[in-house]
């Protein structure tokens, strides 16, 4: 964020200024997280403990802090510009995930303080033009979510009730969960609210993990009081919300299914705090559904955060340096062009099908569109980046906040649309019927139910002086209008004989050393370039408005006559088509439905074509995956490639096959040495799962993939220091909702489990859990370990099956060659890793000869080559096998019957007998005598 600068104090007279800090002082008490803001009209001020955030967080100073007041009474304060004000609102709502109160005076002489509006991550429309600017188009996603729990036996009955200010979305969802709350927890991930309302006062181990599955998911979590959460009037404030049924019908009424004593709990909850039915504008206006986990994969939020699904910009969503767009999956596949497209991408990315009808649809869709350069060149480049944000415009239009220039970038944008629809129909190749199904014939009938609005656009509006920059009715509209319009022409004219007058005056040429330009704001105004200031010097004609390094902006004094005449007459052209253009606002508002329903259409051809474009442009090509029903058992993925790290500069990516079936079994052991590759490798595989059930084409030379219920993960874990949670405490909580969420549909991707506590512990909880899983569940699974001995599940259980990630040391330099094959690997590379770190020669020399006197090394170790490493390995077993038959010989000897001569004469024989098989390994563990 920008370093801006405060104003220096607020202008306050004694008496208002006292007024002002008893009102301050009597507000009620508010939770850090909520910042309250008062709008002075030219300015705007934060005092308190609000104004030492503003001064560290914008301002980077505390400098620019005042006290306001005398004596005992003082309040710290500062003052924010207009400017200050938008950059804080952008970092609080946007980044820090803050509420906002914003107060206002009715009065500029009494302290008739009131709160003017609200504002949070959730609900963001009274702060809209602050934070995207007037013409920008928004891809922040918006929501609040209430929660009910309500005990029931060993279960938990949790109601949802969700809205959507943005979209005008209403939702409703009542199911059993566990205590770990994972269905709750796959629910926050694929709705993604920026806020969640939970009941006051709710203690014990059920609210804690309520608060603790929140705390995993970038929301703001807010307490209200139970009373809020009362269904009692809910039917009620539905009817006035939901518009109505084709027929007539309440839409409330027409959905009995979505009962629920809690889910609608919550959602009453959530419309008290959005306080929609205060503004009506709201009415008839939001649409209402169930929501049904089932439709979608189930994600939490490790998984999310494992398999790099969005950006993580300094350790929380939205703060800090921005990472690399392809660094995150999102960022690698949203190649759209529209905000539609941006927010339905992610939507996309958090809710991946479960439905290989609706999959294929789509994987169709996407196929189209590789096939096709020209109809991918066409969308991109000439139609889809001309698409206004269309959600943003229908909120515009219902709170009857749109303009004239809202309508004609409206209106341009339907012009275009039968030459969209053109491009995608010229389309002559496989799937043509899946295109004109989805997108063709949808957009010809929302082009005919738009006509209407073209024909009322056409003739209202003066196009001429639209291109211009100006929206305005025309002029024949009405006789004032007429008159207004020829007295403006007259008045330019005037203008355009000043500009010939003064050029001839400076000696400059018109139109280029001279010109003559027009702003809002200044009206009309001369100006020349900073090379040609020298000719206005000393010259009382003409006066100077400011100096920029565009140039000299000036004025004679007829032309200030002529500008102030004509914003005069522009001014009162505006208030007599004030009527004409509410009235063309108010007739517009009628295509709402129409609008949402042809943006709807064009998120999803943005979105097919991004996905599209990301499979074509990379490094190697991605292919469409073969999807197979849910429970065929099949997962083969070869040629695998993660597809974000292959795009980083300087990586030459390693493919790797992954098989996991019945014959090849469902549970693969990955060991090898850490920065082998075994992370990456699981998050290939999840990654390519994911990427395959969201409808897009995989970076594999191919694949096969059963469609999974659910992706759970575990890997890499770290301290929440603001949570109280440990690394090892995070790994458990998270490893426990894997085993209670699985089922023998899932895909689990488990890496360096139990490295957080003793070696011990950390091994008989990775054993039980493989085995457990192995048995029981019998998931797809994925296990990384850096405990070898887990291998050995491998000969107890038939589904699981060991893999390595390979290196060489040869020469005593280690080469991880990033090789996934068959085998648990035959040793520990530690020691090699460390030599990469650059440890100090005296702490390797040292932890070699530690690892030697406990790993039994024999013979060359030196020579760390792979014949070595297996030569070494066959001498060992063959050494073992003597041994035993040693410790065979000596338990079989009499000794009772021997004296200790004779038994020592008898071990020492046995010994030399050992040892004339000159085997190196029985060498190093029977050295002779010196």
Same mark, same amino acid.
């Given at each position: 964020?920008?370093?801006?600068?405060?104003?220096?104090?607020?202008?306050?007279?004694?008496?208002?200024?006292?007024?002002?800090?008893?009102?301050?002082?009597?507000?009620?008490?508010?939770?850090?997280?909520?910042?309250?803001?008062?709008?002075?009209?030219?300015?705007?001020?934060?005092?308190?403990?609000?104004? &030492?955030? %503003?001064?560290?967080?914008?301002?980077?100073?505390?400098?620019?802090?005042?006290?306001?007041?005398?004596?005992?009474?003082?309040?710290?304060?500062?003052?924010?510009?207009?400017?200050?004000?938008?950059?804080?609102?952008?970092?609080?709502?946007?980044?820090?995930?803050?509420?906002?109160?914003?107060?206002?005076?009715?009065?500029?002489?009494?302290?008739?303080?009131?709160?003017?509006?609200?504002?949070?991550?959730?609900?963001?429309?009274?702060?809209?033009?602050?934070?995207?600017?007037?013409?920008?188009?928004?891809?922040?996603?918006?929501?609040?979510?209430?929660?009910?729990?309500?005990?029931?036996?060993?279960?938990?009955?949790?109601?949802?009730?969700?809205?959507?200010?943005?979209?005008?979305?209403?939702?409703?969802?009542?199911?059993?969960?566990?205590?770990?709350?994972?269905?709750?927890?796959?629910?926050?991930?694929?709705?993604?609210?920026?806020?969640?309302?939970? =009941? %006051?006062? +709710?203690?014990?181990?059920?609210?804690?993990?309520?608060?603790?599955?929140?705390?995993?998911?970038?929301?703001?979590?807010?307490?209200?009081?139970?009373?809020?959460?009362?269904?009692?009037?809910?039917?009620?404030?539905?009817?006035?919300?939901?518009?109505?049924?084709?027929?007539?019908?309440?839409?409330?009424?027409?959905?009995?299914?979505?009962?629920?004593?809690?889910?609608?709990?919550?959602?009453?909850?959530?419309?008290?705090?959005?306080?929609?039915?205060?503004?009506?504008?709201?009415?008839?206006?939001?649409?209402?559904?169930?929501?049904?986990?089932?439709?979608?994969?189930?994600?939490?939020?490790?998984?999310?955060?494992?398999?790099?699904?969005? =950006?993580?910009?300094?350790?929380?969503?939205?703060?800090?340096?921005?990472?690399?767009?392809?660094?995150?999956? &999102?960022?690698?596949?949203?190649?759209?062009?529209?905000?539609?497209?941006?927010?339905?991408?992610?939507?996309?990315? *958090?809710?991946?099908?479960?439905?290989?009808?609706?999959?294929?649809?789509?994987?169709?869709?996407?196929?189209?569109?590789?096939?096709?350069?020209?109809?991918?060149?066409?969308?991109?480049?000439?139609?889809?980046?001309?698409?206004?944000?269309?959600?943003?415009?229908?909120?515009?239009?219902?709170?009857?906040?749109?303009?004239?220039? +809202? #309508?004609?970038?409206?209106?341009?944008?339907?012009?275009?649309? =039968?030459?969209?629809?053109?491009?995608?129909?010229?389309?002559?190749?496989?799937?043509?019927?899946?295109?004109?199904?989805?997108?063709?014939?949808?957009?010809?009938?929302?082009?005919?139910?738009?006509?209407? @609005?073209?024909?009322?656009?056409?003739?209202?509006?003066?196009?001429? /002086?639209?291109?211009?920059?100006?929206?305005?009715? !025309?002029?024949?509209?009405?006789?004032?209008?007429?008159?207004?319009?020829?007295?403006?022409?007259?008045?330019?004219?005037? /203008?355009?004989?000043?500009?010939?007058?003064?050029?001839?005056?400076?000696?400059?040429?018109?139109?280029?050393?001279?010109?003559?330009?027009?702003?809002?704001?200044?009206?009309?105004?001369?100006?020349?370039?900073?090379?040609?200031?020298?000719?206005?010097?000393?010259?009382?004609?003409?006066?100077?408005?400011?100096?920029?390094?565009?140039?000299?902006?000036? *004025?004679?004094?007829?032309?200030?006559?002529?500008?102030?005449?004509?914003?005069?007459?522009?001014?009162?052209?505006?208030?007599?088509?004030?009527?004409?253009?509410?009235?063309?606002?108010?007739?517009?508002?009628?295509?709402?439905?129409?609008?949402?329903?042809?943006?709807?259409?064009?998120?999803?051809?943005?979105?097919?074509?991004? &996905?599209?474009? %990301?499979?074509?442009?990379?490094?190697?090509?991605?292919?469409?995956?073969?999807?197979?029903?849910?429970?065929?058992?099949?997962?083969?993925?070869?040629?695998?490639?993660?597809?974000?790290?292959?795009?980083?500069?300087?990586?030459?990516?390693?493919?790797?096959? #992954?098989?996991?079936?019945?014959?090849?079994?469902? @549970?693969?052991?990955?060991?090898?040495?850490?920065?082998?590759?075994?992370?990456?490798?699981?998050?290939?595989?999840?990654?390519?799962?994911?990427?395959?059930?969201?409808?897009?084409?995989?970076?594999?030379?191919?694949?096969?993939?059963?469609?999974? +219920?659910?992706?759970?993960?575990?890997?890499?874990?770290?301290?929440?220091?603001?949570?109280?949670?440990?690394?090892?405490?995070?790994?458990?909580?998270?490893?426990?909702?894997?085993?209670?969420?699985?089922?023998?549909?899932?895909?689990?991707? /488990?890496?360096?489990?139990?490295?957080?506590?003793?070696?011990?512990?950390? $091994?008989?909880?990775?054993?039980?859990?493989?085995?457990?899983?192995?048995?029981?569940?019998?998931?797809?699974?994925?296990?990384?370990?850096? $405990?070898?001995?887990?291998?050995?599940?491998? !000969?107890?259980?038939?589904?699981?099956?060991?893999?390595?990630?390979?290196?060489?040391?040869?020469?005593?330099?280690?080469?991880?060659?990033?090789?996934?094959?068959?085998?648990?690997?035959?040793?520990? @590379?530690? /020691?090699?890793?460390?030599?990469?770190?650059?440890? =100090?020669?005296?702490?390797?020399?040292? %932890?070699?000869?530690?690892?030697?006197?406990?790993?039994?090394? $024999?013979?060359?170790?030196?020579?760390?080559?792979?014949?070595?490493?297996?030569?070494?390995?066959?001498?060992?077993?063959?050494?073992?096998?003597?041994?035993?038959?040693?410790?065979?010989?000596?338990? !079989?000897?009499?000794?009772?019957?021997?004296?200790?001569?004779?038994?020592?004469?008898?071990? !020492?024989?046995?010994?030399?007998?050992?040892?004339?098989?000159?085997?190196?390994?029985?060498?190093?563990?029977?050295?002779?005598?010196?």
């Amino acid at each position: 964020m920008a370093t801006v600068q405060a104003k220096e104090t607020p202008t306050l007279d004694g008496a208002n200024e006292q007024g002002f800090l008893s009102y301050f002082r009597n507000l009620p008490e508010k939770p850090n997280t909520t910042v309250r803001v008062f709008d002075r009209g030219e300015y705007y001020t934060v005092h308190g403990q609000d104004a &030492l955030l %503003a001064a560290r967080e914008l301002f980077r100073t505390h400098a620019v802090v005042k006290m306001l007041g005398g004596g005992s009474n003082k309040v710290e304060s500062v003052v924010l510009s207009r400017l200050n004000f938008e950059s804080f609102m952008r970092d609080l709502l946007l980044v820090k995930h803050y509420r906002v109160e914003v107060y206002k005076s009715r009065s500029s002489t009494k302290n008739d303080w009131e709160l003017d509006y609200r504002a949070s991550p959730g609900n963001l429309s009274q702060l809209e033009e602050v934070l995207f600017g007037a013409n920008s188009d928004c891809t922040v996603t918006t929501g609040v979510m209430a929660v009910k729990v309500a005990p029931d036996g060993n279960q938990k009955v949790v109601g949802i009730g969700y809205v959507d200010v943005a979209t005008q979305e209403v939702r409703l969802a009542e199911f059993n969960d566990t205590e770990a709350f994972s269905n709750l927890e796959a629910l926050v991930v694929q709705l993604s609210p920026r806020e969640c309302l939970l =009941p %006051a006062g +709710d203690q014990g181990p059920t609210a804690a993990r309520l608060k603790q599955v929140m705390s995993r998911n970038p929301l703001l979590v807010t307490e209200r009081k139970r009373a809020e959460f009362n269904n009692k009037d809910l039917e009620q404030d539905l009817g006035r919300l939901l518009r109505k049924k084709k027929g007539g019908a309440s839409a409330s009424l027409a959905h009995p299914e979505l009962g629920g004593p809690h889910a609608s709990a919550a959602l009453a909850a959530v419309i008290k705090y959005l306080e929609l039915l205060n503004d009506e504008s709201n009415f008839k206006q939001f649409t209402l559904a169930p929501y049904d986990l089932s439709h979608f994969m189930r994600l939490d939020a490790a998984a999310v955060r494992a398999l790099h699904v969005e =950006p993580v910009e300094g350790g929380r969503e939205g703060a800090g340096v921005p990472a690399a767009k392809t660094h995150s999956l &999102l960022g690698l596949l949203d190649k759209c062009r529209t905000s539609l497209g941006h927010r339905l991408m992610l939507q996309w990315l *958090r809710q991946p099908l479960v439905d290989i009808n609706k999959i294929e649809e789509r994987l169709d869709l996407v196929e189209a569109m590789v096939s096709s350069v020209q109809l991918r060149h066409s969308l991109g480049e000439d139609h889809l980046k001309q698409i206004p944000d269309l959600s943003r415009l229908c909120r515009k239009l219902t709170r009857k906040e749109a303009s004239l220039q +809202d #309508c004609y970038r409206f209106y341009r944008c339907v012009e275009r649309l =039968p030459d969209l629809c053109q491009a995608v129909a010229h389309y002559d190749g496989a799937h043509t019927s899946s295109l004109a199904a989805v997108f063709t014939t949808p957009l010809q009938e929302l082009i005919s139910d738009l006509a209407k @609005f073209q024909e009322m656009i056409e003739t209202t509006m003066d196009f001429e /002086i639209a291109n211009k920059g100006e929206y305005v009715i !025309k002029a024949d509209f009405d006789n004032s209008l007429t008159e207004l319009r020829e007295t403006m022409d007259n008045l330019e004219e005037q /203008i355009q004989g000043q500009l010939r007058r003064v050029s001839s005056d400076l000696c400059l040429d018109s139109g280029k050393s001279l010109k003559l330009e027009a702003n809002s704001q200044l009206g009309h105004f001369f100006r020349i370039t900073l090379k040609e200031e020298k000719v206005l010097r000393n010259n009382r004609n003409y006066t100077i408005i400011d100096t920029n390094k565009t140039g000299v902006r000036f *004025r004679n004094g007829a032309l200030q006559d002529l500008n102030e005449q004509h914003l005069a007459a522009k001014e009162e052209y505006a208030e007599q088509q004030k009527t004409l253009v509410e009235e063309i606002i108010g007739i517009a508002a009628g295509y709402v439905e129409v609008i949402q329903k042809l943006g709807q259409v064009l998120a999803v051809l943005d979105c097919i074509h991004a &996905l599209a474009s %990301a499979a074509v442009s990379a490094p190697v090509p991605y292919v469409r995956p073969r999807l197979l029903p849910k429970g065929s058992g099949v997962l083969r993925l070869e040629g695998m490639r993660h597809p974000c790290l292959e795009l980083q500069d300087e990586v030459s990516f390693i493919p790797n096959n #992954c098989c996991l079936e019945d014959e090849s079994g469902r @549970f693969h052991i990955i060991t090898g040495p850490n920065m082998g590759g075994k992370s990456t490798f699981l998050r290939s595989a999840g990654v390519a799962v994911l990427m395959a059930q969201v409808g897009s084409f995989v970076a594999c030379e191919k694949a096969e993939v059963s469609i999974v +219920d659910s992706i759970l993960a575990r890997v890499g874990a770290g301290d929440n220091q603001q949570r109280g949670v440990s690394t090892f405490m995070a790994e458990m909580l998270e490893t426990s909702t894997i085993l209670r969420s699985a089922t023998e549909n899932s895909l689990i991707l /488990i890496d360096e489990l139990g490295r957080g506590t003793s070696t011990y512990d950390g $091994f008989g909880l990775a054993w039980a859990l493989s085995e457990h899983i192995a048995k029981e569940i019998r998931s797809f699974t994925l296990f990384a370990t850096h $405990f070898h001995e887990v291998t050995a599940l491998a !000969k107890e259980v038939d589904s699981v099956r060991n893999f390595h990630v390979t290196a060489t040391t040869a020469h005593g330099t280690l080469t991880l060659l990033y090789l996934v094959r068959p085998g648990p690997c035959d040793r520990s @590379f530690g /020691i090699h890793v460390a030599e990469l770190a650059n440890f =100090p020669a005296t702490a390797i020399e040292f %932890a070699k000869k530690k690892a030697s006197e406990m790993e039994d090394d $024999f013979g060359d170790v030196e020579d760390d080559s792979e014949e070595a490493v297996k030569k070494r390995k066959l001498q060992k077993e063959e050494g073992e096998k003597v041994i035993e038959d040693f410790l065979s010989k000596i338990s !079989k000897l009499d000794c009772d019957a021997l004296s200790e001569e004779e038994l020592e004469r008898e071990v !020492k024989k046995l010994r030399e007998e050992a040892r004339s098989h000159n085997n190196p390994y029985i060498a190093h563990l029977l050295p002779r005598e010196t």
